[in-house]
């Protein structure tokens, strides 16, 4: 039994059998670090609630191996599902991807190549070099949980310190976890594990700044290892909650355009 289980075990006991002073202690030291984390969850839940839509300007690091890459971008998100990333290279617009959660859309303008397709992690590793499904990637662009647009998110696994971290897992029923890091009461880092425990991706938060009564994180930093990736983010002053048209959210290409069904030619 891991020492966090028999902690909790020791809990149970604890109100069916008078303990020692030190494993009470223990017991007290424990339910109130849970407290914490139950609270520290629920702000960040609220603040989910709060956040409808979000731009910002951004400079965009991506390493993979021996494979760097930066560029400029703006980012506009409407949450949960609709996002898009332009990318500015030295002569402009280099890149548009767009997804509005029914499909994703991928322009090159120097080509004048639209692909398109089903929206994927893997379209938007292969484009915007972030290996997740567009509502998580929307969740860690804005500093959020993983699991931010689950109305019912499973109650708290565990909790324990790591370092200066608080951390809170939550166990899924497919055997997966999700770790959220609280460094006092901002959020540090996000953590999805596989059911064997091997970490899907880990992503940390830093820079937080006040905008509108909301701190907000300028910095994020996700590692993937199963893609030996890494990307950063380096916000400028982000803005919220500002009204999105759904036409912002969909390329249309001209006659022109040569056009490219990614699900056919994963096919």
């Known amino acids: 039994m891991s020492p966090l289980l028999l902690a909790m075990a020791l809990i149970g006991c604890a109100a069916q059998k008078p303990a020692p002073p030190s494993q009470a202690a223990g017991g007290e030291a424990q339910l109130a670090q849970t407290s914490e984390a139950q609270a ?8 989910a609630q709060a956040l409808s839509s979000f731009q910002t300007d951004a400079v965009m690091e991506y390493t993979q ?8 971008e703006q980012l506009t998100i409407r949450r949960p599902q609709s996002l898009r990333i332009d990318a500015y290279y030295a002569f402009g617009v280099g890149l548009v991807v767009v997804s509005d959660g029914a499909q994703i859309q991928v322009f090159e303008p120097s080509k004048n190549v639209l692909f398109y397709g089903r929206p994927s992690a893997a379209t938007l590793d292969r484009f915007a070099h972030v290996p997740l499904g567009p509502r998580k990637a929307i969740n860690l662009l804005m500093g959020l949980a993983p699991d931010s647009d689950c109305a019912t998110p499973p109650a708290l696994s565990y ?3 790591e370092g200066t971290l608080l951390i809170a897992g939550r166990r899924w029923p497919d055997g997966s976890v999700t770790e959220l890091g609280f460094a006092g009461s901002e959020l540090a880092v996000t953590r999805e594990r596989e ?3 091997a970490l899907r991706y880990e992503v940390g938060y830093g820079d937080y700044r006040n905008v509108g009564g909301v701190n907000f994180a300028h910095r994020i930093e996700a590692n993937f290892p199963l893609s030996g990736s890494a990307v950063k983010f380096s916000y400028k002053q982000a803005v919220f909650n500002r009204v999105f048209d ?3 959210f969909v390329l249309l290409p001209s006659p022109a355009t ?3 069904d990614l699900d056919y030619q994963a096919g």
Not at 40 to 47: E, G, N, S, W
């Open 40 to 47: 520290l969850t629920a702000r960040l839940a609220q603040k």
């Open 65 to 72: 191996g021996a494979k760097r890459l930066k560029a400029r």
């Open 159 to 161: 909790v324990r310190r």
């Open 195 to 197: 059911p064997d425990g």
């Open 246 to 248: 759904n036409s912002l």
């Open 258 to 260: 040569r056009t490219i």
